[in-house]
């Protein structure tokens, strides 16, 4: 493979965010032969995550602001990138640093947020200027949630989470309690009682309010019931938001869970009130990825003019 020749590579470092996820709705409607399930999922990004900085550097070097997160070859961050050198035959290096904010094991897709903005802030950093779609297909590969981060928009998915539709929602504000366990996926997809056959359902022609609340009424998270069994304290929170908020879900596999509230205001009065042996934040879903935003804010400043079609490539 012939080695990338970059051109226009920013000559200082920068800074991205890597935005959580919450699945609104998570339904496993069976099993494939290879062992993966087939899944039919609402994608929501949120205005909260962890952050990534990026700055040119002879070898290819990752720290943390946390000691937990490993910060050898099997974080996601690094994964990403090697993948993305191996892809492009590109040779340069980056001195990254990951600000830590989303915990490991809850469902808010932090690792996969990372490697997804590691992809797209190498992409720029490197100036290698692969498209949207061949960063998801290399996303892939590290995780089924990645190209939703890469895509950077909310969405619709099916399959094992990969083929995914964007859609317009409604705003929302959520308070995400971390109930302080951390939920193995494998242990939830393996467990014996997990529901593998629920009915495929129709994504509506449009989510206005009406039909959004419609099909949230409809929905469910069919790991719930194993990650409620298997780990007391997400069972818990799950009916300290249903009694405080009226509504409780869990994201994912867990074990964060999530109440929507009527606005910023409510959801922090309600995170005032949270048990003390636990933590939460207060986030706004957004229609497109803060990590987008701030790649276009990036490539604005760094090559003044007017906007571009490929300002989120």
Request: glycine share 8%; proline share 7%.
């Amino acid at each position: 493979m012939t080695p990338a020749s970059p051109a226009k590579v920013p000559a200082t470092g920068f800074v991205l965010p890597a935005p959580a996820k919450l699945n609104l709705l998570l339904h496993i409607t069976g099993r494939r032969a290879d062992g993966y399930h087939d899944l039919q999922t609402l994608f929501v990004l949120l205005d909260h995550g962890d952050t990534l900085h990026f700055r040119p550097h002879d070898a290819l070097t990752l720290t943390c602001d946390r000691p937990d997160p490993p910060v050898d070859e099997h974080n996601l961050v690094l994964r990403a990138a090697r993948l993305l050198q191996q892809a492009t035959g590109c040779r340069q290096g980056a001195a990254l640093h990951l600000e830590k904010r989303l915990p490991a094991g809850g469902g808010v897709g932090g690792g996969s947020s990372d490697a997804a903005t590691a992809l797209l802030g190498l992409n720029h950093l490197w100036g290698l200027d692969l498209s949207l779609d061949r960063l998801a297909a290399l996303g892939l590969q590290l995780g089924a949630d990645v190209p939703v981060f890469v895509h950077g928009r909310n969405a619709w998915a099916e399959g094992v989470g990969e083929r995914l539709q964007a859609v317009d929602l409604p705003p929302q504000w959520f308070l995400v309690v971390n109930p302080g366990v951390a939920v193995s996926t494998a242990r939830i997809f393996s467990d014996g009682e997990l529901t593998r056959h629920t009915p495929a359902i129709t994504l509506p022609a449009s989510l206005g309010a009406a039909t959004f609340e419609a099909l949230l009424n409809q929905g469910h998270n069919d790991c719930e019931a194993v990650a409620r069994r298997l780990f007391p304290p997400v069972d818990q929170a799950l009916e300290w938001l249903q009694r405080e908020a009226g509504n409780a879900r869990m994201t994912g596999t867990g074990a964060c869970c999530f109440a929507r509230l009527a606005g910023a205001q409510a959801a922090r009065d309600l995170q005032r009130r949270l048990p003390e042996n636990w933590t939460a934040f207060v986030a706004r879903s957004t229609e497109l990825s803060p990590l987008h935003e701030a790649l276009a804010t990036l490539r604005a400043k760094e090559h003044p003019g007017p906007a571009s079609d490929d300002d989120a490539t």
